[in-house]
């Protein structure tokens, strides 16, 4: 049985279509996306080369949901993986060091190697940003990742930590990447978009309207200089982004306020079920305010989920790979049914194989 | 008027459709992908993340064009361009040189550049490698990229030279990136696939299938260990391409065998009308083998591009943004009707203001 190294050992792989093999793995949404976007396909003809920045209806609409939002200040990218690769690439400096969340989103550390840079961390309280460690760790830092609401701790940062951490990182003149791909998916309140002439805010079309696949993402900056850097950079790494997945990224856009407001009780009711299923098996964990992750605790978590899924066809990430040892993180993109046999997988294991280790 | 920098000013605006501006710019063909690319889009319902390397039927499709290939020798990418972008990332050593050919395309210097290696190059002449030239600059070298067919230059590499090429860079160990994007636009032979352990053929469905836009391509390798670091890479930077862009794809290459052979004349009775329009202006040029574009000499190449496209609405691409300074890059991915007119602006430039420069 092959050692599970990373992630890209699950990607597209096991799916909740198959039904011996049971994913919490994967944070792809398995409700489909809106209709609209599939009945502009009907009559699609696009093939011509677009604006490598991405066309101009689709960051005029994306404009539109940000306050006083240019399409001058928006870049589409090929989801928000190519909007961070890119962005860190056109800020890297020699010895630069980028501060990041702990746990934080596997690719991120990756990322910011990949750029030329040193990734440095900030840990998280039970998924919560403790302030002065923030402040101490992004001393001197090129740049800082925040990610709220977060993949994988399912937290979402207090509004008044973010207003600090944006006079903060102002003051200091280092960019702020903020991850908001989960803004569309948070329980507790509004999203609170962080603000400021370094931000750049990440977004994605994959949780919002469920097209992971199609690849769709895009950034907002109002630095000028470094929109026209990630756009020369990008006319020589991917050029623009794919047009039939903008075409059809801009078509759920209309359907957008009813989408998101039908989804996310769906989304809060599948949240209730996993945290309490997980609780009433005594497990030791937060509840999640956004996103759809849990990170509980579970000890020898490598060996943990490599039992689980060669015994059990359950699908779960280890921890490790998002700087959190001991923590198993389940994705509960998943209708109640399934939810309710994989936590019935999961009490199995618990009860046998798992007390040599617990 | 503002100065033009780079292709990217001209990327994705002017085109053929605009009556009163004329494109001999970007390489963008002219006639539509293979209907079956559209026809699948009826009933297409794809959302769900694919696997990063590529859809398993695609890549299968492609390995039945190389001889003995298999689906885990491919990697399938945003377009050619991200396929360069990984492969050079992913062999890159601190203080590596990349031999480019010289004219080269214009992203090569800035894919090594990105990737943290240095460009060096191999002169051609009348765009042929000089095989001395070649040997002499290659030594020490991480890589060499080859482009047959050429853009900008249109030529085609004896294959006497290729195979010299090959058992050169097999002794030297070192990686030859052979784009072969225009290998279905050749008008004097079949395309020669370089072969090597550590070559990496780079293809794409922009140029054979007119899909630029949907910004689907891929690499073929035996290099196994490249192949794993560079799809490691990418669910990083930017996980799988566009799953409707690789259906469309698949679908299209059910339709290759005769939308290629039927294509093939259109474009090589275009080839013929420029370049003998061309010498009928009196430039000095020689004659494509293979792609879309010729590169006559134009003195004063960067002066001539402003007044064409201010003066004549004619876009045409500066030599030197290729390595080849005093020649301007025409594409001819135009009808004849428009190839014609282009002519007529640019014989009236020639015989008014070039004089001044000429």
Chains 1, 2 share one sequence.
Request: one cysteine or more.
């Amino acid at each position: 049985m092959p050692q599970i190294e990373s992630p890209a050992f699950f990607i597209g792989k096991g799916t909740a279509d198959n039904e011996a093999l049971l994913s919490f793995g994967s944070g792809q949404p398995d409700l489909p996306p809106p209709p609209s976007a599939y009945n502009i396909l009907q009559s699609y003809r696009g093939f011509k080369y677009g604006l490598v920045q991405g066309e101009l209806t689709l960051r005029e609409a994306i404009a539109g949901e940000y306050p006083s939002a240019t399409p001058e200040e928006i870049v589409v990218t090929n989801g928000a993986s190519e909007a961070i690769d890119l962005v860190l690439r056109a800020i890297s400096v020699p010895g630069g060091r980028v501060a990041l969340p702990r746990p934080y989103y596997y690719s991120y550390p990756h990322n910011v190697t990949l750029a030329g840079m040193t990734p440095v961390f900030y840990d998280l309280d039970e998924g919560k940003i403790n302030y002065e460690t923030f402040e101490r760790v992004v001393q001197g830092c090129r740049a800082v990742m925040i990610n709220s609401p977060s993949n994988p701790t399912g937290t979402v940062q207090d509004v008044a930590t973010l207003r600090k951490i944006e006079e903060l990182c102002n003051n200091l003149g280092i960019y702020v990447l903020s991850d908001e791909v989960y803004k569309d998916l948070i329980y507790v309140r509004e999203n609170y978009p962080l603000k400021g002439k370094r931000v750049v805010t990440i977004n994605s079309f994959s949780k919002t309207y469920a097209m992971c696949g199609l690849r769709l993402g895009y950034f907002h900056t109002l630095d000028r200089e470094l929109v026209a850097k990630v756009v020369d950079m990008k006319s020589h790494t991917s050029m623009n982004t794919s047009i039939a997945s903008q075409a059809m990224g801009l078509a759920a856009m209309s359907e957008r306020a009813t989408y998101v407001a039908s989804h996310l009780p769906i989304w809060e009711k599948r949240r209730d079920t996993m945290y309490q299923g997980l609780v009433d098996l005594g497990l030791d964990l937060w509840k999640p305010e956004g996103a759809f992750y849990v990170l509980p605790a579970i000890k020898n978590s490598t060996r943990a989920m490599h039992d689980l899924y060669y015994n059990y066809s359950l699908i779960t990430y280890d921890g490790t790979w998002f700087g959190a040892k001991d923590r198993l993180r389940f994705s509960y993109a998943l209708d109640e049914k399934k939810i309710g046999e994989g936590l019935a997988r999961l009490a199995k294991f618990l009860d046998t194989e798992y007390r040599a280790y617990a």
